[in-house]
């Protein structure tokens, strides 16, 4: 009886371990939800432009894509070898590459930099008359239409532009839209220093 007695007791007892327990268990889903919001606001916080590319200094994937419907020459990894340029992965669906059309358009006419289009996922002739009506900048376009070559340049999201030195090497990348102040402070200082490193001088 007295046994008895004294388990029915120790199930619960006001013992200050016990009540730490109670405590912790209690505490366990507000910790776990402040971790996840930790995680969640430093992934928000970071710019998925800064996210780190495992292709940076590394050559260009190997690929030979045909020309999009009725436009300039294809794309090949042997024509990103010989000058520094600019490689634009759009898509005539991503309305965010219409955003940044216009730069690629200003680069061209000033020829400040030779500009290559890789064409992801889209139907021929969508492709097609997105060029026609918002203006062609590329040098040379291939028309990526499984996302294959895409996914070697490792490619998340349209639109995403590579700065490529001479020697066919990749040396930054842009993710999402091009804009005035990254062309100006990131892409056209790098193409000029990489200009200055093919020809022999200082970086």
Request: overall charge neutral; aromatic content about 6%.
């Amino acid at each position: 009886m007295t046994q008895i007695a004294t388990n029915e007791t120790s199930k619960t007892d006001g013992s200050p371990l016990s009540a730490m327990r109670r405590r912790l268990l209690m505490a366990l889903p507000a910790v776990g939800f402040a971790g996840l919001a930790a995680v969640f606001a430093w992934g928000i916080s970071r710019d998925p432009n800064q996210l780190p590319s495992a292709l940076i200094g590394k050559e260009v994937p190997r690929f030979d894509l045909p020309p999009v419907e009725g436009g300039t020459p294809g794309l090949a990894s042997k024509d990103l070898y010989g000058e520094v340029s600019l490689v634009n992965v759009f898509a005539s669906w991503c309305v965010a590459c219409r955003v940044e059309h216009p730069l690629f358009m200003n680069l061209a006419r000033d020829k400040s930099v030779p500009i290559h289009g890789l064409n992801y996922k889209d139907r021929p002739q969508d492709a097609a008359q997105w060029l026609n009506t918002l203006g062609d900048p590329y040098t040379r376009t291939g028309a990526d239409r499984d996302g294959r070559v895409a996914i070697d340049w490792g490619v998340y999201g349209v639109p995403e532009t590579f700065v490529v030195g001479a020697d066919g090497r990749i040396a930054h990348k842009h993710m999402g839209p091009l804009t005035e102040q990254a062309l100006r402070e990131t892409i056209l200082p790098l193409v000029e220093r990489l200009r200055q490193q093919a020809k022999g001088g200082t970086s």
